[in-house]
Nanobody, 123 residues
Framework: QVQLVESGGGLVQPGGSLRLSCAAS????????MAWIRQAPGKGPEWISN????????RYADSVKGRFTISRDNANNMLYLQMNNLRPEDTALYHC????????????????WGQGTQVTVSS
C-alpha cells in the first residue's frame, strides 16, 4: 500500500525557515507526480505546490510563490519542501501527496496524502 511519511515540522519564528521531508513507499515514486498540501486551523486542504516525475517542472500557489521550493530525490524516494520567510498564516498541517494522472496534475489535484507534519509559525 502507498505510504507517505512526512517529517521536519516544528515551531519557528516569523521570518524563519524549515525543510519538510516526505519518505515515499508502496509505489513507483519516480513515475508519479508529487505535491504538497496544507490544512490551516479551521480550514480545508489548500494545494501549495507540485512537481513532475523527473523534477524539471514545479508550480506554486500564489500564497507561497517565491518563498517555498519543492524538490525530489528519485534515487531515494524522497520529496522535500524548503520553506523560507515563514509567516504566521503558514501555520498548518503539511501533507505530502501523489497524483496519478496527467489531467489531475495539471489541475492541481491529489489522489492520496500522508498524515502530515505540523508547522507552527509564532513569535
Amino acid at each position: 500500500q502507498v505510504q507517505l511519511v512526512e517529517s521536519g515540522g516544528g515551531l519557528v519564528q516569523p521570518g524563519g525557515s524549515l525543510r519538510l521531508s516526505c519518505a515515499a513507499s508502496g509505489f513507483t515514486f519516480s513515475t508519479m507526480y508529487m505535491a504538497w498540501i496544507r490544512q490551516a486551523p479551521g480550514k480545508g486542504p489548500e494545494w501549495i505546490s507540485n512537481i513532475n516525475s523527473v523534477g524539471s517542472i514545479t508550480r506554486y500557489a500564489d500564497s507561497v510563490k517565491g518563498r517555498f521550493t519543492i524538490s525530489r530525490d528519485n534515487a531515494n524516494n524522497m520529496l522535500y519542501l524548503q520553506m523560507n520567510n515563514l509567516r504566521p498564516e503558514d501555520t498548518a498541517l503539511y501533507h505530502c501527496a501523489l497524483t496519478r494522472s496527467y489531467k489531475d496534475y495539471l489541475d492541481n489535484k491529489v489522489d492520496y496524502w500522508g498524515q502530515g507534519t505540523q508547522v507552527t509559525v509564532s513569535s
